[in-house]
């Protein structure tokens, strides 16, 4: 089996994020950047496959520009096989994402897609469905449990009021949710290892996919400040302040 | 000219900073049974460093070890001590092999280098002697020929790790008339040797106890002797710069920290109505920090670096040396400041890296000495 998994360099998840005085997006200048961890979960369960035989070759995508090739180093040294770098400095939507991994399916043949259930600087969770539509395979979104085998998989999915396992057959395209697994830190002699492991590189043009945008971003703005809460004595003081402050009840 | 670390260090000093972070920060007051891991400590942090492939890390790589350029290793070191979480001296899980038992020969290898990584001995390095810290000229401890023996007597004190070593590396004077030039040997002598006295366990400021030891009379079997009679300061003096860059790189962590935590604290803490961190006393402290950590940063990868490619880094050691540690201390120091009553407290782990830092200063080449050193050069140079 091959997999493929998808990763995205994003803000770090530590940074505080700051929005441009101009109101155009967030600022990225001397921010640190790091792997979205939901895909860190996907590389992680992709080197688990892997590693207990159920898969022969991992491979870690990334969309985006050329510093996209350190996030792919480190799924590399987190137990990835080889990279494919489609370098763009545009912004990339959802959709275009999705067209860009169906043209790399087409050219890879893999068993199975990976993919974080989102990134955590637009929280769009689109991509893996998406994808999963334009290549006509199952999907099994929000994972909390796969396992691979005899060309199905089946997926413990976290739903709304609790878990629900399906079974899909493969090929499939699955997104991760943050219980899946723990992913490990790199450990030195893979970081060194990493380092002589090939990256594939191209561009949306070689692979013939238009990435132009079709969202048009108006201005993007800090979230209104709310102002501290209260804690109340007692429920005769909750009561009275519902009725004559809040003006509620 | 290249300023960065290469990509694949940059990614060890991330994976490493996640882990200090994620791991060894939440537990930092808890490790440690005064300047050793307690047992459950150090079995958890044996598997963690097996995980992270960095167990003995520091060991060479014809004895197994990772083989690790000084470049790597400094980022390890600087990374791994901005957490209290470890005792001062990294402790063997990293390969806390000194480096003179690497110059042993076969035999002395078979016997003593081995177990010391298999982690079976204990072993501990005596040098420092009541009358002679920094001056080998001034070392009394003799170890004179007698047949196929060496007879050791004198005194020697401040050695850390000396309670439970199974053997000493001893610096001893083999010829009195030549002193540091060829008269200073290395020898190994197993604690359990006739005339071999612990003495007194010394309390210090850190939470080290080192101890005095006495040696009378003590019969060594010539084959313990290190190298050739005479190589014992040329031997230290070889890895005697990569130990004064590793002080640099430790200080290199704890300013880190410090930055951190001072600048946390500043941003949150509101005095007479006013936050710490919008006062210029409590700014120009963080600044100092801040440009104190880039120019050691600086100066330990370039030294690093220059190491890694062969060449000398004499000069640069003594810089890195004394600049690292004066300046850890002072962040250290102006830290406790910013946080007031809290900084002295036990709770925060300040306190420890003002006391670790402040003893730094005088182990290992204090300030004075070292610059005393570096002034020879400097005169040689450019007088």
């Known amino acids: ?249 | 000219m290249n300023f960065e670390l290469p990509e694949e260090l940059k990614m060890l000093k991330e994976t490493l900073r996640r882990f200090v972070d994620n791991e060894l920060i939440p537990i930092e007051r808890e490790t440690l049974d005064g300047a050793k891991l307690k047992p459950e400590s150090e079995k958890w942090l044996n598997e963690k460093a097996v995980e992270l492939g960095l167990w003995q890390f520091d060991v060479p790589e014809e004895h197994g070890g990772l083989g690790l350029g000084l470049l790597a290793k400094t980022v390890v070191w600087t990374e791994l001590n901005r957490s209290i979480a470890l005792p001062t001296r990294l402790p063997e899980i990293f390969g806390g092999a000194s480096p003179i038992l690497y110059n042993l020969n076969e035999t002395q290898q078979e016997r003593y280098l081995k177990p010391v990584l298999d982690g079976k001995l204990k072993t501990a390095f005596a040098q420092t002697e009541a009358d002679a810290g920094s001056d080998p000229a001034a070392m009394r401890t003799s170890a004179v020929r007698d047949g196929d023996h060496y007879v050791l007597n004198g005194s020697k004190r401040f050695i850390s790790n000396a309670l439970g070593a199974d053997f000493f590396q001893v610096i001893a004077v083999t010829d009195k008339e030549k002193a540091q030039r060829g008269g200073i040997s290395t020898i190994l002598v197993d604690a359990d040797a006739p005339g071999v006295t612990l003495l007194r366990e010394q309390e210090l400021i850190t939470d080290d106890k080192p101890w005095e030891i006495l040696f009378e009379d003590v019969k060594v079997p010539a084959e313990n002797l290190v190298g050739k009679e005479g190589d014992g300061f040329k031997l230290a003096q070889s890895w005697i710069s990569t130990g004064r860059i590793r002080h640099a790189a430790r200080g290199m962590g704890i300013i880190t920290r410090c930055l951190e935590m001072a600048t946390t604290y500043a941003n949150d803490r509101v005095t007479f109505g006013e936050k710490l961190a919008d006062r210029q006393a409590v700014q120009w402290m963080l600044v100092d920090m801040y440009t104190h950590l880039h120019q050691l940063s600086l100066m330990v990868y370039h030294a690093a670096a220059k190491y890694d490619r062969g060449e000398d880094i004499r000069n640069e050691a003594f810089m890195c040396k004394v600049f690292g540690d004066t300046k850890s201390f002072e962040a250290a120091d102006n830290c406790m400041q910013i946080h007031g009553g809290l900084g002295l407290t036990k709770e925060l782990p300040i306190e420890r890296f003002w006391r670790d830092q402040r003893s730094m200063i005088i182990t290992e080449g204090p300030t004075e000495v070292l610059k005393m050193a570096l002034a020879r050069q400097v005169l040689k140079e450019y007088g």
Not at chain 1, 83 to 106: N, R, S, Y
Not at chain 1, 112 to 138: E, F, H, R
Not at chain 1, 142 to 161: H, M, N, P, W, Y
Not at chain 1, 231 to 243: F, G, P, Q, R, T
């Open chain 1, 1 to 249: 089996m091959k997999v493929l998994v998808a990763i995205k360099r994003v803000i770090d998840y530590n940074v505080k994020i700051r929005v441009k005085s101009d109101e155009t997006g967030v600022e990225t200048t001397n921010v640190k950047m790091s792997m979205n961890p939901f895909d860190e979960i996907a590389v992680e369960e992709g080197v688990r496959l892997r590693e207990n035989g159920s898969a022969e070759e991992l491979i870690a995508v990334s969309i985006g520009p050329k510093q996209a090739q350190e996030t792919i180093r480190t799924a590399l040294a987190m137990g990835a096989d080889r990279g494919i770098h489609v370098e763009t400095d545009d912004e990339v939507e959802p959709l275009a994402v999705a067209k860009l991994l169906k043209a790399l399916i087409e050219k890879e043949n893999p068993d199975l897609v990976v993919l974080g259930k989102q990134a955590i600087d637009d929280d769009s969770n689109q991509t893996g469905q998406m994808l999963a539509a334009l290549v006509g395979w199952s999907q099994g979104t929000f994972a909390s449990e796969l396992e691979v085998a005899d060309g199905k998989a089946k997926v413990t999915r976290e739903i709304d009021g609790g878990l629900e396992t399906i079974q899909i057959n493969m090929p499939a395209v699955v997104t991760t949710d943050l219980r899946l697994n723990t992913p490990r830190y790199a450990s030195l002699p893979n970081i060194m290892k990493a380092k002589k492991k090939p990256i594939d590189e191209s561009s949306p043009a070689d692979l013939g996919v238009d990435i132009s945008a079709r969202l048009a971003t108006l201005k993007v703005t800090e979230p209104s400040s709310r102002e501290a809460g209260v804690i109340v004595e007692d429920v005769a003081e909750l009561v009275d302040k519902l009725k004559n402050e809040a003006k509620v009840i």
